[in-house]
């Protein structure tokens, strides 16, 4: 079976010193005091029910988080995360260098939101939206900037947690769009070694819709599976 993990992460934000608010004012690098972190992340495994959490410790070291977090991602075949490969992916990487934790240059990964905004033509792109829009959940409330300030400034245990709540629900509300999604995306990964079995369920009960012509001259059968609805072109000759 796929091990596919779904998964969300919330970071803080870099503290420093600036003299004036305001719009377009550029604060140097040199002005960080205090490096921005990942605070929490949460996961959840395709076909099981629990959600789990990691957060930093009391020192505000993310760390252990890391180590955790990559080490569960090293178990995965294929990663699922809204706006993953440019946000979530990078910011992990680059507290794993800054950690010198080991970490692979490549995940195969789903991002929903490429997906949103290369295959559909949404309002908007944002999960709260695309969630509301399926009719499938929204994202909960966070009550802005303060919950960040609390857990950042005074460590407030209890902002912490409502911020852990917070991104469960997103690794819930991500699981549900992505299962509405995919039956009309690519498939980044097949679970069965026959070529003509479903991609993503391995189901047998599969109907040829066509063929479709390559640049190189192949002809690929067009095919749907009858069992979770997932289209997919092979190369075998199907009559």
């Not at 004012?25 to 972190?37: L, S, T």
């Not at 699922?80 to 080991?102: E, L």
């Not at 369920?201 to 069992?227: F, H, L, N, P, Y």
């Amino acid at each position: 079976m796929r091990k596919r993990l779904f998964f969300d992460i919330e970071v803080s934000p870099n503290i420093g010193f600036f003299w004036q608010p305001g719009y377009n004012i550029n604060v140097d690098y040199n002005n960080i005091i205090k490096e921005r972190a990942v605070i929490c992340a949460c996961y959840k495994w395709e076909h099981k029910d629990k959600v789990y959490a990691i957060s930093w410790d009391e020192n505000q070291d993310d760390k252990t988080l890391l180590e955790t977090l990559v080490a569960v991602m090293n178990e995965a075949d294929e990663i699922v995360a809204h706006n993953g490969d440019k946000f979530d992916q990078a910011w992990i990487r680059t507290r794993c260098i800054y950690h010198g934790i080991s970490i692979p240059p490549n995940y195969l990964s789903v991002d929903t939101l490429k997906a949103a905004r290369s295959k559909f033509r949404f309002n908007s792109n944002r999960l709260d939206y695309i969630g509301k829009f399926l009719k499938v959940g929204a994202k909960s409330e966070t009550g802005g900037f303060d919950l960040w300030k609390e857990i950042t400034l005074y460590n407030n245990k209890r902002a912490l947690k409502e911020m852990i709540e917070y991104c469960k629900n997103d690794v819930v509300l991500l699981q549900s769009v992505f299962d509405k999604m995919n039956p009309y995306i690519p498939a980044k990964s097949k679970i069965s070694t026959d070529k003509t079995n479903c991609p993503e369920c391995d189901s047998s009960k599969v109907r040829k819709q066509g063929t479709r012509i390559m640049a190189s001259g192949q002809i690929k059968a067009k095919m749907q599976c009858q069992s979770c609805g997932k289209w997919y072109q092979t190369n075998v000759k199907i009559n």
